[in-house]
């Protein structure tokens, strides 16, 4: 079955630091690829995707890059914010699949940003 | 921008009791999802809806679940008999297609049953 693996966090950086919080997955089919964030007290919120192989999603200085060849789909931001601080899930989405789109997450991974 | 509104945000109930969680998906959407979020743990798929049945369904999502949408605006989880381990955070989604297309959460329900 689909299954995605995260970094054990928590992690936390200074303002203005570099992040990478790791992602890899296993799936049979020809998966999409999300991050989600979810800040304190509220829900899930889409951060990027990428749907193909060598896709880079990018929004809000955030990006992750679909590496086939890996099975990986990394989280990098160059210089956070404290504002950046929640929990970051990692997501497949098997597109090719009989899955009528279900989501398989990560566990998530706290990100503390200090001022 | 389109939301997808769940009410209410926060349900305390007592054990063996009946709840109904309540979400409206953004209107143009056709698939429907319920995942639930146990505190300090991953985030699980119960059951995705399409067409007014429902289309997949995880092991969780055994006889106490149920889902209905009667007028394809509302979309319900209900739980009979509730129990301890049935505290959680309740995220409805909704998407216009399945693979590839983002997926649009609301805000959750917090369940707690004491």
């Known amino acids: 079955g689909n299954s995605v693996t995260q970094m054990e966090g928590p992690v936390t950086l200074s303002e203005e630091a570099f992040l990478t919080i790791n992602c890899t997955y296993t799936a049979t089919g020809y998966p999409s690829l999300f991050w989600y964030v979810q800040y304190p007290g509220e829900g899930l919120q889409l951060l990027l995707k990428a749907t193909k192989a060598d896709d880079k999603g990018s929004n809000k200085g955030f990006e992750a890059t679909y590496r086939k060849e890996t099975t990986s789909f990394h989280l990098e931001k160059g210089s956070v914010q404290v504002s950046d601080s929640a929990v970051y899930f990692c997501a497949l989405s098997d597109a090719g699949g009989t899955s009528y789109g279900k989501l398989t997450f990560g566990q998530g991974t706290i990100l503390t940003v200090h001022p | 921008e389109p939301e997808v509104t769940q009410t209410p945000s926060h349900q305390v109930t007592q054990m063996g009791q009946e709840v109904i969680l309540r979400c409206v998906p953004i209107?143009?959407?056709?698939?429907f999802y319920w995942y639930r979020q146990i505190l300090g743990q991953k985030v699980e798929f119960l059951v995705s809806?399409?067409?007014?049945?429902?289309?997949?369904k995880s092991e969780i999502f055994d006889d106490q679940f149920s889902v209905e949408s009667p007028d394809g605006s509302n979309f319900t989880l209900k739980i009979r008999s509730t129990k301890l381990e049935d505290s959680a955070m309740y995220f409805c989604?909704?998407?216009?297609?399945?693979?590839?297309?983002?997926?649009?959460f609301g805000s959750g329900t917090r369940l707690t049953v004491v």
């Open positions: 809806f399409y067409n007014n049945e429902i289309s997949e």
């Open positions: 989604a909704s998407s216009a297609g399945h693979g590839n297309y983002g997926y649009t």
């Open positions: 209107s143009n959407h056709l698939y």
